[in-house]
């Protein structure tokens, strides 16, 4: 307590002498000077630690820094994927026939009505991503109707991506023929053309990547994204797909391994990229009016603390 009640009075001494500098340079200077001191003085005390403990024989402590991710609050609905009741329910689930190999995934993109040219053209990039797609015009039909002729075709999964004010704003992902439903906010659509440098996508099946779906929600998203990819990815094509769940935005990337020699592995992007927050989870298929919800983001109610996160 000495210790920190020390400090912070050197420091208000600090800061008060540097206000005393009235002119704008000199005093930025002199702040410049004082950071450059302290920062060589926990040089000096990291030197010294590290010191000591060589000459007793001991390992210096890594200190872990203190993350949102890491300071988590603790979920009662975390999966442990060995858990059986976990594998139990994975069995008799809706895409249950999708893991257990029983049906290949035929995938059916399309818009709300009259789309804007930057959704046709996020349509046409996720139909490059994702093989077995297909991408239909609505021509102002209904969904149900769109759904019923999906049904009768063997189609396994609908992407219905909406937009507001010329940019996409919203993407439906409905896995058929029995749900579930998810709805997602769709934001930072960014199209490969507007990427650096930029790879050209082959039709190679990409190899598919879920990082951090950790809940039971979670895992259920996770899973209805891993359905509309094909089971054996062909590894030889080097393509891969990403989902990486980072408090609860979904940041999808698209990349090609590029292996520069026996030891060292770098990424080529090939796009689009963008982010998805999810808003509900709905029982069955699309259903705006009489659809069963098993889980709706409530942001007043739900998002009352920066460490609480749902997938």
């Known amino acids: 307590m000495a210790d920190s009640t020390k400090e912070s009075m050197e420091n208000s001494e600090e800061v008060s002498t540097d206000f005393r500098i009235k002119n704008k340079f000199r ?17 000096k005390e990291r030197q010294k630690k590290k010191r000591e403990a060589k000459k007793s024989g001991k390992e210096v402590e890594k200190q872990i820094p203190k993350t949102i991710e890491n300071m988590r609050v603790p979920d ?13 329910d994975e069995t008799t689930d809706e895409l249950a026939s999708y893991f257990n190999r029983e049906s290949a995934p035929k995938v059916l993109i399309t818009t709300s009505d009259r789309p804007r ?3 046709y053209l996020f349509c046409q990039r996720l139909k490059d991503i ?10 102002g039909l209904d ?40 709805h997602f906010r ?3 659509v960014i199209l490969p053309k507007e990427i650096k440098r930029v790879g050209k996508t082959t039709y190679h099946q ?18 209805m994204l891993a359905a509309i990819f094909p089971h054996d990815p062909q590894f030889h094509g080097r393509r891969v797909a990403t989902f990486h769940n980072q408090r609860d935005y979904i940041f999808f990337r698209h990349h090609r391994y590029q292996f520069r020699n026996q030891k060292k592995v770098g990424l080529h992007e090939l796009g689009p990229r963008f982010t998805l927050k999810l808003r509900s989870l709905q029982k069955g ?4 009016k009489y659809g069963e919800y098993e889980w709706v983001h409530k942001r007043h109610e739900m998002d009352t603390s920066r460490r609480k996160f749902h997938l």
Request: charged share 30%; glycine share 4%.
């Open 285 to 288: 298929t699309f259903d705006s």
């Open 27 to 43: 005093r930025r200077e002199h702040f410049k000077k004082l950071k450059r001191e302290k920062t060589k003085m926990k040089l």
């Open 76 to 88: 009662e609905t975390m999966v442990n994927l060995e858990d059986e009741e976990v594998i139990a």
């Open 130 to 139: 994702i093989p077995n797609s297909f991408y239909y015009y609505r021509r």
């Open 186 to 188: 769709l934001s930072n």
């Open 117 to 119: 040219m930057r959704s």
């Open 206 to 223: 990409p190899e598919v990547i879920l990082n951090n779906f950790n809940t039971r929600l979670g895992h259920t998203i996770g899973r």
């Open 143 to 182: 969904l149900k109707k769109v759904i019923k002729q999906m049904k009768a075709k063997d189609f396994t999964d609908l992407i219905v991506v909406n937009d507001d004010r010329k940019i996409p704003n919203g993407l439906v992902l409905s896995h058929l023929p029995d749900g579930p439903t998810a």
